[in-house]
């Protein structure tokens, strides 16, 4: 019985590290067919709970995005997809805000995408953003902290 769940634990592990190369592999494909074309914006939200979000907007000269995908999901079976409905917006000024036709990963991704655009045309290097369990461990910690007593 032990050996039959070792055996099982590898398989599947070597599945799923397949499976995360061929990922790779057509995110490297997407992102060189869309550089070839222009300049890339890329924004990410990871999840660790919920799906994860991946947007590449090719943008031209003055910061309009001229072609938009997306990847979401939360398994290595995810692939990318066009995203038109930004296209022709500046990235500059793009604000989704709560608009609940995109979910909330999606949000995050797109706006972290304008933030890395805004940060590198400024001259600066954009920061890595805080992973999944980073997030809820901050979440987490907001909930347990010491709040100081109001002064009368």
Known sequence: MFWLLVVTFVLVYIIQLI???????HFAAV??????????????RKGLFSAGALVMFRIDDEGTIVEGRRMTGVTVLARFRPLTDFDGQQLATLALGRDRRYSAGLRSAAENARDNYLII???????????ALARHTRR???????????SA
């Open 31 to 44: 992102f060189s067919e869309l550089r070839r074309q222009g300049r890339v914006a890329i924004g990410k």
């Open 19 to 25: 499976l995360g190369l061929r990922q790779a592999k």
């Open 121 to 131: 045309t400024s001259g600066g290097v954009a920061a890595e953003p805080p992973t």
């Open 140 to 150: 987490l910690r907001s909930l347990f902290k010491r709040r100081s007593p109001l």
